[in-house]
């Protein structure tokens, strides 16, 4: 399989395994499993799962071993976005050119499905890790719960909103990207390290390989935000200028963020390596980030 | 020790244990950690983590076998109770005597600081089993998490929401008390039966002493917001009627409620027969729950 076929390959996995996640059958409350699957199924790069997959096949570690774990990191990603589009929030109307989640089922029942969702991606890990009576899983799931966390994307979120409407240093600017993004980023990628019985030292580079990837991903949508258009995006574009939020473009200027997109995914690509020809979809899917347009 | 003693002993414990919980030391977000404590060191009757100890005592497991596991679910309480009192969901100002979260902090950083403690429910759990390399403490895990989750506790919630301002039959209401407020109050009761290496029929029995516990707690609840006090509750009593809820006493009238709720306990009382006088401080804490004023 090429790098298109091997993508569609792991994301028809993904999809199957969400569309198929949320076992709620209450008659009481259908509408949560409706709203929960809503934003769970709108499609998306499902970046995430894609990288538990293809980081676990340098270990040839089959998907089936990996793919809870990668639906656990997206159903936190989803949430994660679920509630970072409320009012209170963000306050976005449309996400993946779909309505966003309060606009379709209200305020109230999308801070519940976010809630589900998170709840749901350490149920759906405590099920694998039970299953298989793995400690290598426990292991794992502690990475995705710290990655997930107020000491990672959480807290990420947090610099984001204490620095809206001022203006926020590159210092600032790179821990609130590093936790925002790049943590659940890292997440699947060392989840699936972990699983796979990696070492050491191959943990860390790979950690490495994850951590630009985060920082690449993050300068391309700045870029996007300034270059990209609403049919391509799904979202309005120009958003961070409206909600005066500090970016790349706004500290670098958009000629020097693209060098810094190609630097750092270059940086990322090296750290690979050692893993040979194996890790040939890790370094394809790190270029194909720089090139997308959504 | 008697009684009184010994749940001041427990709730010591866990008050230390919690305020020592929220390990977030970021220059960037101190916000957040104080959000979160802000809610987690409100006091409250500390009922769940008080529950997971006592289960854990009737089989001779020391606190601190227990304790994170406690404190995990006091923080998913805790959640809860920030989300439920934001605009979009209950709206509520004071809790505890205090003012909200989001009226402290700001909606956007309440909700994130619910976030941030569910997950740093799981990550304590995590970290407390991985310390272990217990397989126990990962069951034990994996029934919080159904507890707290779309099938549980979230479900009650929704239920909760969807009945608003409509007549809710019997059943219904039941469902809803016993997914809301029932579930989270299984919860460390199964969690520390697990724990402690319950057999079957003991986590059997155990689990319905926790279901009558929580419908008696739910029905005191409702008692308590037609004939309780602002002073003694720390929140505003006669919410339920100016929501238009439906509660006990508007389904069966203040008397046969009343009635109910010691029918109820003393039927999760009964459960507890087989262990003796091991159970003597879980029987008089669920006869302290009809006693209670707040």
Redesign the interface.
Known sequence: MNFKEKQSFYIKLIEEKLANS???D?P??T???EA?LYSLTAGGKRLRPTLALATGEIFGTEPGEVIAFACAIEMIHT??LI?DD?P??DNDDYRRGKLTNHKMF????A??A???L???A??TM??D??AG?S?AK??A??AV??Y????GM??G???D??GEGRKVDSQ?LA??HRLKTGALIKAPVEAAAIISGAGEEQLSVLSNYAANLGLAFQIKDDILDVEGSMEEMGKRPGNDAVCNKSTYITLYGLEQSKRMLQEVTDEGIAFLEGFGSKADFLRELARALVRRSN
Not at 106 to 109: L, S, T, Y
């Open positions: 949320v076992a709620v209450n009481y409350y509408s949560l499993k929960m949430y994660s509630h409320l209170a929030m209200g305020e109230a029942m801070i519940l976010g809630d589900a998170l709840n749901l350490y149920e405590l099920r890790a039970l009576s400690m426990l292991r799931m502690e719960a710290r997930a966390g107020a000491r959480i807290g979120q947090v610099i909103l204490q600032e821990a609130m």
